[in-house]
């Protein structure tokens, strides 16, 4: 199985990247870097999540509605901006698999990309869905029905990807970034293999504070 930053390098994700690009009048550099950091970090949170029986329920009933329509007509998705209701739809899913954690896991990102806050999520909010395709795209291709399939199919997109370094770097800037327990703390241990806390552990205080 490919993994997904393998799919941002093949000609589908560069169609992707372009027109996110477009769409939110960042560079392609910028938004290519921004999306193969941010897409680890979401697979993770719906890993986490798909962890319990409820959550691996919610989750593949969520991908029986994104079997991959969105990905056969790029360019109508793009000609003219992205319609509202997709990004309606992006903004419920990152809800979700986020939860109270969004805002500060959009400013870690910010960081890490150098594209301000505002911009990574109006970009997430575009790439939800299109992540949502491409995961329903693969349950359907490999069969996938049950909470053990849908932890390996989202292990396998991962693969690499957290090997990135800037996947990597915001995996760990967020880890138990506040000390409350939140799904987003395990996140890095699931896409890192079991890594703890590294290198970045002193910019925990500077990137969140005190926030909750």
Known sequence: MSGILDLLNGPLGQQIISG????????????????????????????KNAATPQGAQGLLGALDKHQGGILENLGGLFDGGVDQSVQQDGDNILGHILG??????????????GIDAGSVGNILKVAAPILMGVLGQQKQQNGVSDANGIGSLLGGLMGGASQNSGASSILTSILDADGDGSIIDDVANIALGGKKKGGLGGLLGGLFGGRK
């Open 20 to 47: 996110v690009s477009q769409q939110s009048g960042q560079s392609a550099d910028k938004t290519s870097g921004l999306l193969q950091m941010a897409l680890p970090v979401l697979m993770g949170a719906m890993k």
């Open 100 to 113: 109270g954690k969004r805002s500060q896991v959009e400013g870690a990102l910010s960081q890490q990309s």
